[in-house]
């Protein structure tokens, strides 16, 4: 099919907004990676699996008992976990915005003063992150890097 672009005297273009869910939203990310580090991570760090596993959990209540389950008994067979790009993007910003930073000789990413900070007030907001922040507390320490 040819298309009379010849033709055509203006073509125009009109923006319009596209919500983007909060689940892929930078900021969510960032809080939910301050929290995991906050409340799941010995030494306040943690390696990117970690993150992607949790996040993995974060997305629904089924795989929030598939990963409760895994912790009890480590004989089950692990699932497929998809690799999330908006966690690796939201690690850019969190290290961009100085709430944690990356060692390279450990490969793992920790949380600084500031980020202890924001963690603290996220953890205090009752109305905040609260599926989150109830997954976080069952899982403890119990996942190692």
């Not at 960032?30 to 959990?57: C, D, E, H, P, T």
């Amino acid at each position: 099919m040819d298309l009379p672009y010849e033709q055509a005297k203006k073509i125009t273009f009109t923006r319009r907004k596209a919500p983007i869910s909060p689940e892929y939203r930078p900021l969510t990310k960032i809080a939910q990676i301050v929290l995991v580090l906050y409340m799941a991570s010995r030494g306040s760090s943690a390696n990117l699996l970690k993150f992607q596993l949790l996040n993995w959990a974060f997305k629904s209540e089924e795989r929030d008992g598939i990963l409760l389950l895994i912790i009890q008994d480590p004989l089950i067979t692990p699932p497929i976990i998809n690799m999330d790009p908006s966690v690796n993007r939201a690690l850019q910003f969190a290290i961009a915005e100085k709430l944690i930073i990356f060692t390279d000789t450990t490969g793992k990413f920790t949380l600084t003063d500031k980020g202890k900070d924001f963690a603290k007030v996220i953890y205090k907001e009752k109305d905040i992150l609260v599926a989150e922040k109830a997954l976080l507390k069952k899982v403890g320490l119990n996942i190692t890097d």
